[in-house]
């Protein structure tokens, strides 16, 4: 009698549970897949809702996030077309991608290989914060004497003397604010420990990694050598961007206006940020201007709005204002078109 009495109670609750399990409305939240592209809008930020969170289990919800910014394709086609009144006659490639939704919005030529000038250092810096990242004993205090060869590089620079000495923090930002090619040159022979082609080999190695397909440096600044200079198209600059965003101080470097360089030393070098979208365009935090006779005038440009991330690469203007006043209008359009679109 009373067994039977158990296995009724017994029933009874398993098709209770069972109800309420199948019942609409009852089902675990799932994150669909523009849910997850929205995270990669800042790559920085946990999506913390869930502040009960352990930070080993946040991070385990990060990480994976952030390894979908390693873009394998880009779309063949762009999602749009351009406004007539944005002119686009006077640039050599373009590309605006929409990182948060993992879509292109446009481009022009944008596999096409071209000179890419000072957005080198992308590849420059990016090597530094994947070294200091995993080796013990390197960091952003790390004290680099100023070499011979590195005081002899011209173009943008911040005029390194021998009898100096700064740390990899100092050198990596004077890269990113004033694009010093002296520094930029400094970093990548002391992480080659003084082996300049062994530094410039590993910068070709980690383009193949990034599927930069159409890139080749010849050295870690981009200023150009005789005919030969750093190439490589929109797609894989835009590539190179979203693997550099990934260090959180890439972009508070990259988005500082000035910067006192030598601060300890009495007689500060102030540095002026070569992207004046940073001041001009709202949310643009980054990432790198470029500039010579060969490349033209040129921008890899990294935007947040509204927890929705944009990247705009552009090439061979005659002018930095034409550079960015293009630039500006390619960003702002491709906002109008997330909220168009609602994405």
């Not at 675990?28 to 080993?56: H, I, Q, R, V, Y």
């Not at 990060?62 to 009144?85: M, Q, R, T, W």
């Not at 359009?333 to 997330?338: A, D, E, M, R, V």
Request: with cysteine; charged share 25%; hydrophobic share 40%.
């Amino acid at each position: 009698m009373y067994k039977k009495l158990f296995g009724i109670a017994l029933l009874a609750h398993i098709l209770i549970f069972a109800y309420i399990g199948l019942r609409p409305g009852t089902e675990p939240a799932t994150t669909n897949g523009s849910e997850k592209l929205d995270t990669l809008a800042s790559p920085f930020a946990g999506s913390k809702a869930e502040s009960e969170m352990e930070e080993d289990d946040l991070l385990e919800e990060i990480e994976p996030k952030l390894e979908l910014a390693v873009v394998e394709e880009f779309p063949d086609a762009a999602f749009e077309v351009l406004p007539g009144n944005i002119r686009t006659d006077d640039l050599i490639t373009g590309f605006l991608y929409d990182f948060s939704n993992q879509r292109l919005l446009w481009e022009k030529d944008s596999a096409k290989p071209v000179r890419i000038a000072s957005m080198t250092k992308m590849m420059t810096a990016l090597l530094a914060f994947e070294e200091e990242e995993s080796k013990s004993d390197l960091s952003m205090d790390t004290v680099i004497q100023v070499t011979t060869a590195a005081f002899k590089i011209g173009g943008s620079q911040v005029w390194l003397d021998p009898r100096e000495s700064f740390t990899l923090e100092e050198l990596l930002i004077s890269i990113m604010v004033k694009s010093a090619n002296d520094s930029s040159y400094l970093v990548g022979e002391y992480l080659a420990e003084g082996i300049m082609d062994g530094f410039v080999e590993r910068m070709n190695e980690r383009a193949v990694e990034l599927n930069m397909n159409s890139t080749h440096f010849f050295n870690a600044h981009g200023l150009p050598k005789d005919e030969t200079g750093n190439t490589a198209s929109c797609q894989d600059l835009a590539r190179l961007a979203i693997a550099l965003m990934r260090y959180e101080k890439a972009l508070e470097w990259a988005s500082i206006p000035t910067y006192e360089f030598r601060a300890d030393s009495g007689k500060p070098t102030i540095l002026t940020n070569h992207n004046r979208l940073i001041l001009t365009t709202e949310g643009v935090d980054g990432l790198k201007t470029g500039y010579t006779k060969g490349a033209g005038f040129c921008v890899t440009a990294t935007c947040l709005r509204d927890g929705r991330r944009l990247i705009a690469v552009t090439t061979g203007f005659k002018s930095s204002k034409r550079r960015d006043t293009f630039t500006q209008e390619l960003i702002n359009w491709g906002y109008s078109q997330l909220v168009k679109n609602n994405a």
